[in-house]
């Protein structure tokens, strides 16, 4: 068993929580039991999830994506209701980490999915509000596109959506997981091969096409399943407790 407060407290320090503006509140979203031995992740908070955790009797949930948003009704609806009542009932705590998340240099989504595509980790990409929390990944002798194409289908447990417009061979890779269409302008400027994401927008193709960059929408979901799957390993080698991640997944 382990101290909720102090899982807690160790991932807002992990994560640096305190210096990143958000469209939500990182950390603890719900408290509920003070001890925990099964720590359930996943990427987004859901009423499944919580289920699934309290049937396998989880006294702590973390999430990327928490349960409370700035462009949400501040009521609680029926279904914000539910979700809170299976918490309640089973005395879950959960906690959620999202750009800090997305941003770590080690343990966060873009991070990984560098690590994961054979690409070595650069310098920062996407600036939100003073803080990037996306990479460029590089590679020195270069990957055939089909083969960085093979390569994301693996990775993310889906073919990737793609817009072929770059070269045949690609040295670098913007990565900023999840919903960062709107940042593939910054990619451009900074002179990538390949820009990779979780979504795409109608305005990308001609984008992509006219600036002879490829870009690639592998979903936000599994672009993002990475950091907190990583989080829960931590926790569960660090603090001696159980870990299971759940996976709910969701082709966008």
């Known amino acids: 068993m382990a101290r909720r407060d102090e899982i807690v407290a160790y991932l807002d320090e992990l994560l640096e929580v305190v210096s990143f503006s958000d ?5 603890l979203q719900v408290p509920g ?3 925990v031995s099964l720590v359930v992740t996943g990427v987004s908070a859901q009423r499944e999830l919580f289920e699934r955790a309290a049937e396998a009797g989880a006294e702590l949930v973390l999430c990327h994506h928490g349960l409370f948003w700035d462009f949400h009704p501040r009521a609680i609806g029926p279904a914000m209701k539910e979700r809170l009542k299976v918490l309640f009932d089973a005395d879950i705590s959960l906690a959620a980490y999202h750009l800090p998340l997305d941003a770590h240099a080690e343990v966060g989504n873009n991070a990984l999915i560098c690590e994961r595509l054979g690409l070595e980790r650069s310098e920062p990409l996407a600036e939100f509000k003073g803080r990037p929390i996306g990479f460029v990944g590089r590679s020195a002798e270069g990957i055939p596109f089909a083969e960085l194409r093979r390569r994301c289908a693996e990775a993310f447990g889906q073919e990737p959506f793609v817009w072929d417009a770059g070269p045949d061979t690609v040295h670098s890779v913007g990565v900023v997981s999840g919903g960062a269409q709107g940042t593939f302008h ?11 994401t979780g979504e795409t927008a109608e305005h990308v193709m001609a984008e992509a096409r006219e600036a002879g960059v490829h870009y690639i929408a592998g979903g936000h979901y599994a672009t993002e399943t990475f950091g907190i799957r990583r989080l829960g390993d931590l926790v569960a080698e660090k603090f001696g407790v159980q870990h299971r991640f759940v996976d709910i997944p969701n082709p966008i």
Do not use: S
């Open 33 to 35: 039991a003070d001890e």
């Open 23 to 27: 469209y939500g509140p990182n950390g």
């Open 186 to 196: 910054e990619a451009i400027a900074h002179g990538v091969d390949a820009f990779l």
